[in-house]
């Protein structure tokens, strides 16, 4: 999988690519990232990537030229890849949509600054604007580094664990069950009995049940979406908002 990255800050991207996971996908080819500068594409001699909106108002807006010079350098004219604008205008990322972009060879990630872009690059250059949550950042960079980072990690052999992705939050559409390592107990708070019982169908049904009461109590939202079995259908009409055990232990 290839990301090409267009910014105007390629400097912010290096001290992440070169760390943990993403070092080691990159260094055993699963994963090539290009950092393109679009000031590197401005014709005038100040390299000048942004303006003042037409029609007047605050802030200033970003360049067609130097943006769509720097796709057609590194791109061509018609790739067809996904060429995705990073902005808080577009559709919400969701796991679902990092698992979708995984199955892509390449796809092109478009950084703003300033206030905005030219209308211009949404109309006839991206093929998709995607938002990381409501809220504004000063630039598309960190949204652009977590598309890379949460894609990536679908990517076969990118993670040590290949159940890793597939056991996450969100990929069974529940928030992930409690977990714990050594010691068995830490500061008198022990690790709950089933997990050493060695019972796997026991482990199994009370991660199941924990998974639900997590996400019952934090995310009840994405139960709407789910499609339950009767067992966790009653376990859920068991859980009374606040005396259960189960949601205590999720606190
Ligand atoms: N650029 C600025 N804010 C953003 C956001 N919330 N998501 C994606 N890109 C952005």
Same mark, same amino acid.
């Given at each position: 999988?290839?990301?090409?990255?267009?910014?105007?800050?390629?400097?912010?991207?290096?001290?992440?690519?070169?760390?943990?996971?993403?070092?080691?996908?990159?260094?055993?080819?699963?994963?090539?990232?290009?950092?393109?500068?679009?000031?590197?594409?401005?014709?005038?001699?100040?390299?000048?990537?942004?303006?003042?909106?037409?029609?007047?108002?605050?802030?200033?807006?970003?360049?067609?030229?130097?943006?769509?010079?720097?796709?057609? =350098? #590194?791109?061509?004219?018609?790739?067809?890849?996904? +060429?995705? @604008?990073?902005?808080?205008? *577009?559709? %919400?990322?969701?796991?679902?949509?990092?698992?979708?972009?995984?199955?892509?060879?390449?796809?092109?990630?478009?950084?703003?600054?300033?206030?905005?872009?030219?209308?211009?690059?949404?109309?006839?250059?991206?093929?998709?604007?995607?938002?990381?949550?409501?809220?504004?950042?000063?630039?598309?960079?960190? =949204? #652009?580094?977590?598309?890379?980072?949460?894609?990536? +990690?679908? @990517?076969?052999?990118?993670? *040590?664990? %290949?159940?890793?992705?597939?056991?996450?939050?969100?990929?069974?559409?529940?928030?992930?069950?409690?977990?714990?390592?050594?010691?068995?107990?830490?500061?008198?708070?022990?690790?709950?009995?089933?997990?050493?019982?060695?019972?796997?169908?026991?482990?199994?049904?009370?991660?199941?049940?924990?998974?639900? =009461?997590?996400?019952?109590?934090?995310?009840?939202?994405?139960?709407?979406?789910?499609?339950?079995?009767?067992?966790?259908?009653?376990?859920?009409?068991?859980?009374?908002?606040?005396?259960?055990?189960?949601?205590?232990?999720?606190?």
């Amino acid at each position: 999988m290839r990301f090409d990255i267009f910014t105007l800050f390629p400097e912010v991207f290096t001290p992440y690519l070169e760390s943990s996971i993403l070092k080691r996908a990159i260094s055993n080819h699963l994963l090539e990232v290009s950092l393109h500068n679009i000031r590197d594409w401005a014709a005038d001699k100040h390299h000048t990537t942004d303006d003042t909106p037409y029609g007047g108002g605050g802030g200033m807006v970003m360049k067609p030229e130097p943006v769509f010079a720097s796709f057609e =350098a #590194a791109l061509g004219e018609e790739p067809k890849f996904p +060429r995705i @604008l990073l902005t808080p205008q *577009g559709r %919400p990322f969701t796991h679902a949509i990092a698992r979708d972009l995984s199955r892509e060879t390449r796809i092109a990630l478009l950084c703003g600054h300033y206030e905005g872009f030219d209308e211009r690059i949404r109309e006839h250059l991206v093929t998709d604007e995607i938002s990381i949550g409501d809220y504004v950042l000063t630039g598309g960079e960190l =949204a #652009a580094m977590i598309l890379v980072d949460s894609i990536s +990690r679908f @990517l076969p052999g990118v993670l *040590g664990d %290949p159940e890793g992705a597939i056991d996450d939050s969100f990929a069974s559409g529940l928030l992930e069950y409690p977990q714990y390592t050594r010691p068995e107990e830490f500061r008198g708070w022990k690790v709950p009995d089933v997990l050493l019982s060695g019972n796997h169908a026991a482990i199994q049904k009370w991660r199941r049940e924990q998974a639900l =009461a997590r996400t019952l109590l934090r995310r009840p939202d994405l139960l709407g979406n789910l499609e339950l079995s009767k067992a966790d259908r009653k376990y859920l009409d068991s859980l009374s908002a606040d005396d259960s055990p189960a949601e205590r232990n999720s606190k």
